[in-house]
């Protein structure tokens, strides 16, 4: 089987049509490169929330903190501090010093 000989016409075409399906693949995996890094699952959207959400949790962390440093200071004030003993007392179980007067004062009831 013999081959055909191309004119250079058909050369042309076949490359420039090879090249023009080439710049379409090309341009195809560029927008699917582009949407994967903008909106996929490890994308620059998710990239930050995850900042925010972080800095978020280390707020709550730090505000934890320092909640439970007063907690520590209120429990080791309330074991060894005897006005503070005497404090609770009072408010919470209303106990009252022999000779000290206590008055309460009652809401009435509205009709």
């Known amino acids: ?3 055909r000989n191309r004119t ?3 050369v042309n075409r076949r490359t420039r049509l090879l090249g023009r399906i080439a710049m379409l693949a090309g341009g195809v995996f560029a927008v699917t490169l582009g949407v ?3 909106f996929g ?3 620059v959207f998710k990239y930050l929330q995850m900042r925010d959400h972080t800095r978020q949790l280390e ?5 934890l903190e ?3 440093a007063e907690l520590k200071t209120e429990i080791r004030r ?3 501090d005897p006005a503070r ?3 609770l007392a009072r408010e919470r179980l209303g106990y009252v010093r022999p000779g000290e007067t206590v008055y309460q004062i009652v809401k009435e009831k509205s009709k």
């Open 85 to 87: 003993i005497e404090e």
């Open 41 to 43: 699952d490890m994308g």
């Open 8 to 10: 250079h016409d058909t």
């Open 59 to 63: 707020q709550e962390l730090k505000d």
């Open 78 to 80: 309330t074991q060894n």
């Open 1 to 3: 089987m013999m081959r």
């Open 36 to 38: 994967a890094f903008f």
């Open 66 to 68: 320092r909640t439970n």
